[in-house]
């Protein structure tokens, strides 16, 4: 079996995608599977250090200094029947450019084609077009993902909350319920010392930590307002902020009317295999309100270092947050936030809830979940019939076929 995965986005720029993109593949080839990986280049990046990425040359997106969009030219002539020659199947990750030129390559040389719908564009519409009244952004997303759903023969769905909302668009393609697992080196346990040392944090101050792109919808704003709060109750407190994105700059200057700047770091992005766990594990609690994720991968990997959660539950993380998690999970309250994390800074190192979080999270360790990709893989290849609709051109006027 040979695959093809077709993204508008992977590393250097780090997102949820990126990730799920790279643990697939990791694990794919453990298991014997082959699979290339068509994505744009990004300037200056490091050459791969992966097998069989294919980078496209790539211009700037407007409004947005950290993604790239696929050159037409150039993606049509690496899309072409010596590819489709290499590979059984092709795996859509995001719906931009990709998806068309995806799908319209599928389509050409006879392939099954299938897609992962990581994004909820129902919530995230609204933040990068203001001006667009949130009921008509909601119903233009609507429709653009019902459009793109047709276009293939199965989705892959990372929550089951994600596809009960697929379900209720009115989705009718065959949906899969498969996560992105947690691979390996995620489990493995971090330093916290050693983190605190390098970025200068006292190692006897209590410390909050979010990790992910520092975006709109992720709802960092309500976490600074519950922050406020909670320094009321514990004035020793630190919060850190991982990740970068479009709205640092509105966080810095929040974070500066509300009096909280000088307790707050933002400390952009970090190297996976070495900063990131050795972060996790210098927590003393994880905190996070998005209302948009699919799935919420850093919540797991968090639990892996035994670092207390404590989160609301709205979408995708609502099948992380369990009862059986150990995590807090809380409403989108300032005053209840802030109690749940007085609490999980109470914790003992030693505490039993700290066990339960690193069980939890190893339960979606990332090789079962790859064998059921697989296995989805399998079925889709023993006997899926691609829909027949012409692709047409979506609502919110994205081009469908050459249109670059």
Known sequence: MRVLFVSDVYFPRVNGVSTSIRTFRGDLTQAGIESMLVTPQYPDAPADTEP???????????????????????????????????????????PFIAHYAGVRFARRHGLPVVATYHTFFEDYLHHYVPILPRRIGRFLARRFTLSQCEDVAALISPSAPMRDALLAYGVNTPIEVLPTGLPSESLMRGDGAVFRRKFDLPSDRPLLLYV???????????????????????????????????????????????GVAGSTRFIGYLDRRTDLPNCYAAGDAFVFASRTETQGLVLLEAMAQGTPVVSTAELGTRS?????????????EEQAFAAAVVSALALPPDDARRGQLRAHAESWASPAMTRRLISFYERILAGAKLPSRKIGRGPLGTPSRAEF
């Open 212 to 258: 992910g792109r520092v975006a709109f919808e992720k709802n960092i704003d309500f976490l600074l307002r519950m922050f406020v709060e909670l320094r009321a109750q514990r004035p020793d407190a630190l919060f850190v902020i991982a990740g970068e994105g479009p709205a640092r700059e509105h966080l810095v200057k929040l974070a500066s009317e509300l």
């Open 52 to 94: 069989n990425i294919i980078r496209i040359p790539s211009g700037g997106v407007p409004r947005d200094p950290e993604d790239r969009r696929f050159l037409g030219a150039p993606l049509e002539r690496v899309m072409n029947a010596e590819l489709a020659a290499r590979v059984d199947l092709v795996h859509i990750h995001t």
């Open 320 to 332: 992380i947050l369990t009862p059986e998690s150990g995590a807090f999970v809380v409403p989108e």
